[in-house]
């Protein structure tokens, strides 16, 4: 049997010494069949074709002669296909709006309630309720099943992002540019910006900046201060810290979640984006205008 090692010869002497423990032992031989069937084993355990494009597909498809694999290679390049139309259905806003009060109710509370990716936002009431009067028989109950019904649920609005900034204060200039970067990055949110006393008459500037999120007409979220919640402060603001910050606010879409692997425990028991954000406006005071911060 061959190796990948010269052959050794040792005399009695040598043998004998290493007996008694005089010598250390000879390094094991590493045969050549060993080093294939591990290089097997890791080849086995990762699968080749989840880095692949829609045209290495393609190419590997033409060399192909398994059927079954086949089969495999063809269920690869759906979900590459479904995921370019994704994006290019998500490719919807990509810029920061400038907001006055006069266009607020309409470029802010109702442009939270529209999905653009519905083609007609008043069916999603229906088919939800068609989901819950459907019974699952737990035999024929599997993972397809679960992925398909998954797939089939779209939010019922979109999620606008508020800024409230200042020319004077340094932070919100930062701001306004990692914005920017973000709204090219996730092009299904509508990024926006307003001049804070503009939008909020007698509104603090030493809250700034300050980060409203709308969902379905409803402010469900309010972040005074952001600097505060930015560890390190102004040196440390940046594109990756404030999007791994927002993140926490479940306002990406689960494949930019995973990246931070940073998402709370309460949203484990949820199933679907839209079901998670009625979990939070029923835990905070519903603000559907600028009149909560007349009180500050």
Known sequence: MSTTNPTR???????????????????????????????????????????KNLNELNDIEEKCIDDEYLKIIEKYKNDRINEINRMKAEDIYGEVF????????????????KNPLNNNNNDDDDNNNDDNNNNYNSDNYNSDNYNNKQSKRKPKGTHVLLHLYSENVISCKVLNNILKELAQKHKYIKFTKGIYNRIIENYPENKLPTILIYYNGTCIHQICNVLDHIKGGLNNLNMPTFEKF??????????????????????????DEDELNKKNIRTQKQYTSFNMFYNI
């Open 98 to 113: 400038e907001i006055s009060k006069e266009n607020f109710l309409t470029d802010i509370n109702e442009a939270s309630k």
């Open 246 to 271: 927002i993140n926490k606010y479940h306002i990406f879409r689960t494949c930019h979640n995973n990246m931070y692997n940073s998402k709370d425990n309460n949203s484990d028991n949820y199933d």
């Open 9 to 51: 010869e040792t005399t009695e002497w040598d043998d004998l010494q290493r007996k008694f423990g005089n010598l250390p032992p000879l390094p094991k031989e590493i045969k050549e069949e060993e080093i294939y069937l591990e290089n097997l084993e890791k080849l086995e355990e990762e699968n080749i074709l989840d880095k």
